[in-house]
């Protein structure tokens, strides 16, 4: 009970203190389209709790976003916001198997009083009225950072670039990355010095014969050379766009055939007409499965067990065999030094053998005279143990 009471008392970890909760903002994506949604930092300053009037413009605000009831967005969605004066910003590309509803919840925070307001987004994928472009050319823009690109004023003017190097008034934006997440690398802190953008551009039409050479293999050879590439019209991106001509790609997209799907019924039974799920189950033999389960592993068992006793039984030289395949002179060797380890293993054994003369003290065979086997300086050496 303490426990239960205690846990009850505790609040709701997605609910923080001063929380508000906006209404919920309802968008629609098609897919292979690039989508595009704007936190504007406005509307989320008129819903803090603050009492300061002189808060609202300078608050820096840093948003979190994330998937209703999943830690982290969705595989085809990215969040970026360069710094707390600033929006942020929801993009990516949704795909045909992203179609349906999305629901992302954010969460706008106050760094100077801590406030939090949070909406929920709800994001309706649908399908592309038309098919996916299949002419697709995906550009390297050096000069700016992702969030410079997002704006639809900028896409515009990228596009308007585009057309003119293109020939082609059916342009539109299918993504946009960032090179940092395509395995670039960070840019130094130097002034001018941005990550870099992809942008993948879409069209029903071919490629124009500028692009089609700034991507040929003679291209490509003087790129790796360290040269620019072949180009034969005029670069109308410059100077707002640094177009690295030399990550040009160019790829045809066609929609791969599908199969029809199942045919759904209204599913509601006719009048009369009662499911009847299916009582009993055809008898089935169970005996060869048994058998084959139970004897396979016992006759593989058995040859092992027979394979073995013939190598350890019947393969044996014997010592009688080897005794006739040595020499005499092999064999005499071998019965002394094995009789003589016997003789050394019973007399260590026993303790009742006479002593060795070497351990006895001096003597006189003859006379039985014992001398000190320790003799003085004076007569030791010069007393003979046998009579001359």
């Known amino acids: 009970v303490a426990l239960g009471g205690s846990r009850a008392a505790l609040p709701d970890h997605r609910v923080l203190p001063d929380h508000r909760v906006l209404p919920d903002h309802r968008v629609s994506s098609e897919t292979g389209t690039i989508f595009i949604h704007e936190l504007e930092r406005e509307l989320f300053q ?6 300061r009037e002189d ?44 179609v349906g509803t999305h629901a992302i919840e954010v969460l706008a925070y106050n760094r100077h009083t801590y406030e939090t307001v949070a909406q929920r987004l709800v994001i309706t994928v649908i399908p592309a009225p038309g098919r996916e472009p299949p002419y697709q050319g995906e550009f390297l823009v050096g000069n700016r950072n992702v969030e410079e690109l997002l704006p639809a004023a900028t896409q515009e003017i990228f596009l308007q670039a585009t057309a003119s190097v293109w020939e082609r008034d059916d342009l539109r934006v299918i993504n946009i990355t960032s090179a940092l997440d395509r395995g670039g690398r960070v840019p130094l802190p130097i002034e001018g010095r941005k990550e870099g953008v992809y942008v993948k551009v879409g069209s029903h039409g071919t490629f124009s014969p500028c692009l089609a050479s700034a991507a040929s293999p003679q ?91 013939y190598l350890m039984c019947c393969r044996r030289e014997g010592v009688q065999k080897r005794d006739l395949e040595t020499s005499d002179i092999q064999l005499v060797h071998h019965t002394t030094i094995h009789g003589d380890t016997e003789e050394l293993r019973h007399m260590a054994g026993s303790r009742d053998v006479p002593r060795p003369l070497s351990t006895l003290p001096m003597f006189n065979v003859r006379t039985g005279q014992r001398i000190n086997p320790m003799p003085g300086p004076s007569d030791g050496a010069r007393v003979p143990l046998l009579p001359q």
Do not use: K
């Open 219 to 309: 291209s490509r050879f003087r790129c790796s050379l360290g040269q620019q590439p072949l180009a034969s019209c005029y670069d109308t991106f410059a100077p707002h766009f640094t177009i690295r001509w030399c990550n040009l790609t160019l790829l045809q997209v066609w929609p791969s055939p599908t199969s029809p799907g199942p045919a759904w019924g209204s599913g509601v039974l006719e009048e009369g007409g009662d499911f009847q799920p299916p009582t009993e189950v055809p008898p089935r033999d169970l005996l060869p499965g048994y058998l084959v389960t139970l004897l396979v592993p016992l006759a593989v068992a058995a040859l092992l067990c027979l394979l073995l006793g």
């Open 55 to 98: 808060d609202g413009a300078a608050a820096p605000i840093t948003f979190q976003a994330h998937l209703q009831d999943h830690p982290d967005l969705p595989r085809w969605l990215r969040y970026i916001q360069r710094d707390p004066h600033q929006p942020g910003y929801l993009y990516g590309c949704p795909t045909a198997t992203e």
């Open 46 to 51: 008129e819903a803090f709790l603050t009492g």
